[in-house]
Each structure stands twice: as C-alpha cells, then as structure tokens.
C-alpha cells in the first residue's frame, strides 16, 4: 500500500491527473494573461483611435466656423439696397435721361471758321 501512495503523491491523487490539473491551471492563467495583453492593447489602440477622431472633428469645426466667419464678413461688406432707395436710383435715373434728351434736341451752335 506504501508503493501505490507514493505513486499517487502521498495525497491520494495519481501523479498523471495531478499533472493534467496544474497543466490546465497553467493553461488558464496563460490564456487570461493574453486576454488581459489584448485588452489593454485594443484599449490602447481604442484610445489612440479615439484621440484622432476627436482631434479630426475639432479641426472641422474650427475650419466650418472660420469659413462661417469668412461669409458673414463678405456679406457685411456687400450693401444691399432696399426698395426705397431702388426707387429713388430709378427716379433719378429717369430724370438724367430726360434732360440728356433735352439737350440733344437743342440745335448746336455753329463754329465759325
């Protein structure tokens, strides 16, 4: 009986399953350390990944309120008249028109020479 403890261990667990045991334990603990790697590089490139978006999204809107800026600052510099002051360009306009024809039908005086 001392010979079959002994092959088990002295604990009454054979050697083979006691080495499958910690071989699965080590197992384990080797696929969760590659688990926690590739957590923290996704996390990492995540983030990375991220960082470029947000700075890509700031560069578009600082570039939409420059150009937002750059309009309104031509459409400040444009003068838009309103009708009234259409009208009273038309009048006068109009006005000119008649004392030009006005002073086309008067006879030239002659030069003499």
């Not at 309104?72 to 444009?78: A, F």
């Not at 309103?82 to 306009?93: A, C, G, M, Q, W």
């Amino acid at each position: 009986m001392a010979d079959k403890e002994e092959k088990e261990g002295g604990r009454g667990i054979p050697d083979g399953l006691r080495e499958a045991i910690e071989g699965a334990f080590a197992a384990t603990e080797k696929t969760r350390a590659q688990a926690q790697d590739l957590g923290d590089k996704t996390r990492g490139r995540a983030q990375g990944l991220s960082d470029k978006t947000k700075d890509r999204a700031q560069e578009l809107v600082d570039e939409v309120s420059k150009r937002g800026s750059d309009a309104r600052g031509t459409l400040d510099g444009l003068r838009l008249v309103s009708r009234d002051e259409l009208r009273e360009v038309e009048v006068k306009i109009d006005e000119l028109s008649s004392r030009i024809a006005k002073l086309e039908a008067k006879p030239k005086p002659q030069v003499d020479g």
